[in-house]
């Protein structure tokens, strides 16, 4: 006897109602989501750590449920890591064409209640964590379509530019997946913003989040490459200096005034395509912030002409973060 496809209900991390593809197997309901590529899997790690008190072996084991209905508190965070993945997966494949994170549909899989108030999540090179938080700090983190998407470009970009998670690169690596976590978020459409974990992040503060796009010296992360962290710190401040390339990309989009220049603004849509462009077919794995540049305005360029409006405002924006 096979499995069969199933339609689950579950309650999400902030208490919202959600339908799920689900599988059953004759006895019980697991969060294996056979509509999208090879499936998408969603374990547990149980909070356990394993014997030498480093973190958990993974995956953990699948997830299960009894009657199909995920609306326990303890259900929320595979809730969201199961359902934002499918909501991420859709976004690669409606907008870019691309099937999962290797372009050949492999499986995504998503381990949550990983360590123990575990304020983080990543990609780990074969698959996502996701930590609860602390509930002070942080809430069950796949609870942020932006974290999400966040987490899986990290391994859409070891898959294509396969940027060095250090200094330069690695700040266009986290860059890369804050725009696209952001594209994300504004592709489903519910409460989209340029702000980075804002859904996840203190929540007894509202209207704050881990990083700005927008402003990124919100946060204290620099929007000028004259600002830029030169220390040792977060891998050469990747998670600071993708300031830099992030106000650059809320440009492009948005438009706005920034260090004397005025960029006009062409839209998400077109953002997106040039960013995907130069991350799959121009940036190395040792891209710098100028290669970054020379990348998007090629990027522009092959797809939209060379001296069109999108050309223009890749290169005022860059402009006005400072990078040449
Ligand atoms: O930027 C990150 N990882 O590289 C974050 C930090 C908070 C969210 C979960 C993990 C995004
Ligand atoms: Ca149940
Ligand atoms: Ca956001
Ligand atoms: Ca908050
Ligand atoms: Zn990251």
């Known amino acids: 006897h096979t499995a069969e496809d199933s339609i689950g209900t579950g309650v999400g991390v902030l208490g919202d109602q959600k339908t799920l593809n689900t599988s059953f197997d004759g006895s019980a309901y ?12 969603t374990y547990d790690a149980a909070n356990k750590i394993n014997e030498r008190n480093y973190f958990f072996r993974l995956p953990g084991s699948l ?11 303890y259900d929320r ?31 995504i899989k998503s381990t949550v209640h990983f360590g123990r108030n575990y304020n ?10 996701y930590g609860d938080g602390d509930g002070s700090n942080f809430v069950e983190l796949s609870g942020g379509l932006d974290v999400v998407g966040h987490e ?11 940027l060095i998670y250090q200094d330069e690169s690695g700040a266009i690596n986290e860059s890369m997946s804050d725009v ?37 010296t919100k946060y204290d992360d620099p929007d000028h490459y004259s600002d830029r962290y030169t220390g040792t710190l977060d891998s050469g401040g990747v998670h600071t200096n993708s300031g830099i390339p992030n106000k650059a990309a ?34 190395t ?25 999108e050309v223009v405002d890749v290169t005022a924006a860059f402009d006005a973060v400072g990078v040449q």
């Open 63 to 73: 997830w299960v449920d009894a009657d199909n209905e995920f609306t326990s508190s």
């Open 152 to 162: 899986l470009t990290h391994a859409v970009t070891d898959y294509s530019a396969n």
């Open 180 to 216: 696209f976590g952001t594209l994300t978020e504004f592709h489903e459409g519910i409460n989209p913003d340029w702000d980075i974990g804002e859904d996840i992040y203190t929540p007894g503060v509202d209207n704050d989040a881990l990083r700005s796009m927008s402003d990124p």
């Open 77 to 107: 965070a595979a809730v969201d890591a199961h359902y934002y993945a499918g909501v991420t997966y859709d976004f690669y494949k409606d907008v870019f064409g691309r099937d999962s994170f290797d372009d050949n549909g492999a499986p």
């Open 250 to 283: 809320y440009l492009i989009s948005e438009g706005g005034a920034h260090s004397g220049i005025t960029v006009t603004g062409i839209g998400r849509d077109k953002l997106g395509q040039i960013y995907y462009r130069a991350l799959t077919q121009y940036l």
């Open 285 to 309: 794995e040792s891209s710098t912030f100028s290669q970054l540049r020379s990348s998007l305005i090629q990027s522009a360029t092959d797809l939209y002409g060379a001296n069109g409006p």
């Open 120 to 129: 983080n999540a990543a990609w780990v090179g074969t698959q996502m964590i």
């Open 30 to 41: 697991s969060l294996i989501d056979n509509t999208r590529g090879n499936g998408i899997f």
